[in-house]
């Protein structure tokens, strides 16, 4: 199956990073989003999306809002999400987890660590 990633990050900077470190593992299909609230415009858009690497901290509507969406809606509510942010304190891992997330990456990251964690979402989804 070919995976066809939505970016969500409010910094174009950091979805460079995250872009980059995936062209580096091998994936070449993306799509990017600046706020929770584009990324359910383009996953209302475009079916193709199979997986979503979002932030937390985003204004208009969270990435844990964006969690709690996605989770909410039946044609999305399996979607595979790992969430990328710089929120590393353990309360925080587990409101998202709670939320549903299915992996979780503290910024910053190298691409090692991302392609284990887009890995391990994979295998358990």
């Not at 299909?29 to 999306?49: Q, T």
């Not at 997986?51 to 969406?69: C, Q, R």
């Not at 809606?73 to 595979?80: E, H, R, S």
């Not at 790992?82 to 590393?88: A, D, K, Q, Y």
């Amino acid at each position: 199956m070919e995976l066809k990633f939505l970016i969500v990050d409010d910094s174009l900077t950091m979805r460079r990073i995250v872009t980059n470190s995936l062209k580096n593992l091998g994936y070449n299909n993306f799509v990017e989003a600046a706020d929770g609230k584009e990324a359910l415009e383009k996953l209302a858009a475009d079916s193709a999306i199979n997986f979503v690497i979002t932030d937390w901290n985003m204004p208009v509507l969270s990435g844990l809002e964006l969690v709690k969406a996605i989770r909410g809606d039946a044609k999305l509510a399996t979607m595979p999400i790992l969430m990328v942010t710089t929120r590393g304190v353990k309360e925080d891992i587990l409101q998202a987890l709670q939320a549903r997330v299915n992996n979780y990456v503290v910024k910053p990251f190298t691409p090692q660590v991302l392609n284990d964690k887009i890995q391990q979402v994979l295998a358990t989804t």
